[in-house]
C-alpha cells in the first residue's frame, strides 16, 4: 500500500464490521427460516409473504427518523437500541407462539433492524478515510456477505435439527454478542449542530438515484432470500442452506475486489452486469429447475448482490457530508428494505397463484427496470463515481 493511502483497518472499523456481521446474523437466520415457522403456526406462503412485507414496512417508516437522529450526533445510543431490540424479538417469537402475535414480534424486530444497521452503516462511513471509500464499504459489506453464508445454512440447520427453540436463542445469543463489542466500541466524534425534525429533509435526496436502483433490483433479492428454501424443499433439489452457502461465497469473493474496483473505474459495470446475472438465475430457477441450474443460479445471484449493493451504497452515502450521512444512509437502506419486503410480499401472491416457476420468471423482469433506472436517472448524477471519473471529479 502507497504511503499516501490513508490507514483502513483501525481497531473501530473492525468492530463495526463485526458488530454487523452479528447484526446479520440474527436478521437472515430468521428471514431464510421464517416461512417454515408460519406454516408451523398456521399460515402459508401468501401469509409468510406479507410477514416479509410489513417487517420491511417498518422499518422504511423507522429509518429517516433514525437518520435524523443520527444526523443530530446520537451514533452510538441509537445502535445501543437497535441491538437491545435485536436481542429480544426472537425470544419474542416463542413467547407468543401465536400467529398474530408472531408478526407483531416481527415489526418490532423490523424496527429493530432499521436502528441497527442505519447506524452501523453510518459509523462505518464516520470511520472510512475517503480516499478508500468505497473499498471500505466494500469491506464492511463483507460482513453481510459472511453472514448470508453463514446465517440461513445455520438457521435451516438448527431449525430441522433441533427446533424452533433453538433456532431463536442462537439469534438472541448474536445480538448479546454485538452488545459486548459495541461497548469496546469508540466511535469518532461527530460536531454537528442539533437539527430541528423537518420531514423534507428526512431523506437525502442525493442518495435517490442509488436508492431507487437498489430498490428495483431488491425486489428480486427479496423473492430469492424469503422463498429459495421452500423452492428447493418442494422440487427435491439440494437444501436451500447449499444455495445461500454458494451464493454467499461468491457474494464474498466479488466484495473483495468490487470496492477497489468502484473506486477507480465507477459503479456502472455493476450496474449493468450484476442485474443482468440475476436476471439470467430468475430465469433458471423458472423455466428449467434441476440442480445444475440450481447451483448456478447460486453463483449468478452471488454475484449480482455482491457487486450490485455495496457499490450503490458507496454511491449513496460518498458525497454526502458528516451532518447528512445518517439521511443518506437511511434512504439507501429504506429503498433496501422496501425491495426486500415488497419483492417478498409480490413473490408470495405470485407462489400462491401461479406456482413458483412463473413467480421467478415475472420476477426478472425488475431487473430489466433497475437497469433501465440507473441508465436513466444513476450515471448521469453526481452521486456517480462513473460520473465523477468522467468529469475528473475523483
Known amino acids: 500500500m502507497p504511503k499516501s493511502e490513508p490507514k483502513l483497518w483501525t481497531r473501530d472499523f473492525v468492530l463495526i464490521i463485526l458488530i454487523n456481521f452479528l447484526v446479520f446474523m440474527n436478521h437472515l437466520m430468521i428471514l431464510s427460516t421464517f416461512p417454515f415457522y408460519v406454516e408451523h403456526l398456521g399460515g402459508s406462503e401468501a401469509m409468510a409473504g406479507l410477514a416479509a412485507a410489513l417487517f420491511s414496512i417498518v422499518a422504511v417508516l423507522c429509518r429517516p427518523f433514525i437518520g435524523w437522529m443520527l444526523d443530530c450526533g446520537k451514533r452510538k445510543s441509537i445502535l445501543l437500541v437497535g441491538l437491545a431490540g435485536m436481542a429480544l424479538m426472537p425470544v419474542g417469537y416463542l413467547v407468543f407462539s401465536v400467529l398474530y402475535l408472531a408478526f407483531i414480534s416481527r415489526l418490532l424486530h423490523g424496527a429493530s433492524l432499521a436502528f441497527s444497521n442505519t447506524s452501523t452503516a453510518t459509523v462505518a462511513t464516520d470511520v ?3 480516499p478508500r471509500f468505497a473499498e471500505g464499504m466494500g469491506m464492511f459489506g463483507l460482513a453481510t456477505a459472511l453472514a448470508t453464508a453463514c446465517a440461513p445454512a445455520l438457521g435451516l440447520a438448527l431449525m430441522d435439527r433441533l427446533g424452533f427453540a433453538a433456532l431463536f436463542l442462537t439469534a438472541t445469543g448474536c445480538a448479546l454478542l454485538s452488545l459486548l463489542f ?16 423537518q420531514f423534507n429533509g428526512l431523506l437525502d435526496k442525493d442518495a435517490l438515484p442509488a436508492s431507487a436502483t437498489a430498490l428495483v433490483f431488491m425486489l428480486t433479492y427479496g423473492a430469492l432470500e424469503n422463498f429459495t428454501a421452500k423452492f428447493a424443499a418442494e422440487q427435491g433439489l439440494p437444501s436451500g442452506g447449499l444455495f445461500f452457502t454458494i451464493m454467499a461465497v461468491v457474494l464474498l469473493l466479488t466484495r473483495l475486489s468490487a470496492g477497489k474496483v468502484t473506486d477507480r473505474h465507477g459503479e456502472s459495470v455493476f450496474a449493468y452486469t450484476c442485474n443482468l446475472a440475476m436476471l439470467a438465475a430468475f430465469l433458471l430457477m423458472g423455466l ?4 445444475y441450474t440450481y447451483l448456478l443460479s447460486a453463483v449468478l445471484a452471488g454475484y449480482g ?14 458525497i454526502a ?6 439521511s443518506a444512509n437511511s434512504t439507501f437502506l429504506c429503498a433496501y428494505d422496501v425491495g426486500i419486503g415488497v419483492g417478498g410480499g409480490i413473490a408470495g401472491t405470485l407462489i400462491s397463484s401461479f406456482g413458483y416457476g412463473r413467480m421467478f420468471v415475472l420476477m426478472s423482469i425488475f431487473n430489466l427496470l433497475a437497469i433501465l433506472i440507473y441508465a436513466l436517472f444513476g450515471r448521469t448524477h453526481p452521486s456517480s463515481f462513473t460520473y465523477r471519473k468522467k468529469h475528473g471529479l475523483l
Do not use: C, W, Y
Request: charged share 20%; aromatic share 2%; hydrophobic share 40%.
Open 321 to 326: 457530508p458528516p451532518e447528512r450521512r445518517g
Open 305 to 318: 448482490f455482491g457487486g450490485l449493493e455495496p457499490a450503490l451504497q458507496s454511491m449513496a452515502v460518498a
Open 128 to 130: 472510512i478515510p475517503q
Open 182 to 197: 459495541l461497548a469496546l466500541l469508540k466511535t469518532p466524534p461527530v460536531r454537528v449542530e442539533r437539527k430541528p425534525l
Open 288 to 291: 428449467v429447475p434441476n440442480v
